[in-house]
Each structure stands twice: as C-alpha cells, then as structure tokens.
C-alpha cells in the first residue's frame, strides 16, 4: 500500500470512529441522556455542544468553520514539508490525528449545527468531549513530547529550510 493510501485510510478510520460514536450517542444515548461508567466519576453524557470547551463561544457556527478550514490548510501545508522517511512518521500521526479531529467536529457543525459531546468526568466536572476532542488532545501532547524529546533543531531545519541572505532556502 502506498504512502498517501496508508494516510487516506488511517484518516478516514479515524474519522469513521468519531462519527460513528457520535452517531451511537444522537440514537441510544440522547434518549436516555446518560449512563454511568464508573459512579461519580465517569459517564457517558449526551450534550449538544453549540460552543467550545466550557461553553464558550456559543453558536458562533462560522467561526469555528473557518478557524477549521485555515487549520486543515495548514495541517496540508505542513505534511507537504515533512520528509518520507519513517523518522517523521510519529509527526504525521500527530497530523493525522488532529485533521481527523477537527474534521469530525466540522462534520457536525455543517449537519447537525452543534458538536455531539458525550464523554463526561464528572469527579472534576471536566467539560463534556468526544472522541474528535480525544484525537486532538492526544495528537496536541505527543506533539509536545516529540519535541521536547525527540526532534532536534535539524529536524525542523529539514521541514521548514531558513532562508539565506540571497533569499535561497538551506537544506
């Protein structure tokens, strides 16, 4: 299987899983509203998330759409830079995961005009996510760990060549 193929499916599984946990949620949770997990600490929790974390922003549809969109553009942009060498691939998950998120939660802005949230820790009354917010969140900490630990400078020099005084970029 090809480079972009391998991609295109990790991408689409990712996504598949996030709409398809959504769509459980709208068909069997909503009605009920919730189940308890683990009592007083983890449930599973049906809201219609108009906003973003912690109720911000409310019904503010077209901002996050375009903040969505100049993200993906800059998600495409980015994996246009890295090389294909296996050195890069835990930063193409990084990509991967955090297009699929941002993706799933942009399907449910168009179609449903609110985010499906469902998972709850109520032990710290932690804001209500779902799995495109888990994508995200975990894509946002391996990121920071590959960069504390693991990507030198030249790494980033490779992605993103400095200009030089001629205007050339280095390699």
Not at 83 to 101: D, M, N, S
Not at 104 to 120: E, L, P
Not at 152 to 166: G, L, M, S, V, Y
Request: proline share 4%; glycine share 6%.
């Amino acid at each position: 299987m090809g480079k972009k193929l391998k991609a295109a499916v990790i991408f689409i599984i990712l996504l598949l899983a996030d709409q398809l946990t959504k769509l459980w949620a709208v068909k069997v949770l909503k009605p009920i509203g919730s189940i308890p997990v683990i009592r007083n600490v983890l449930e599973i929790y049906y809201v219609e998330n108009r906003g973003a974390a912690f109720g911000i922003m409310q019904n503010k549809q077209w901002f996050f759409l375009i903040i969505t969109l100049a993200v993906l553009a800059g998600l495409i942009w980015i994996s246009g830079k890295i090389p294909e060498e296996r050195h890069f691939t835990p930063l193409k998950i990084c990509l991967y995961f955090v297009g699929a998120g941002a993706v799933g939660n942009m399907i449910d802005r168009i179609f449903r005009k609110y985010v499906v949230d469902f998972v709850y820790f109520s032990l710290i009354n932690f804001p209500v996510f779902n799995v495109a917010d888990i994508y995200v969140t975990v894509a946002a900490v391996m990121l920071v760990i590959l960069i504390l630990f693991f990507y030198q400078e030249e790494d980033f020099d490779r992605i993103f060549p400095k200009k030089t005084k001629e205007g050339r970029r280095e390699l």
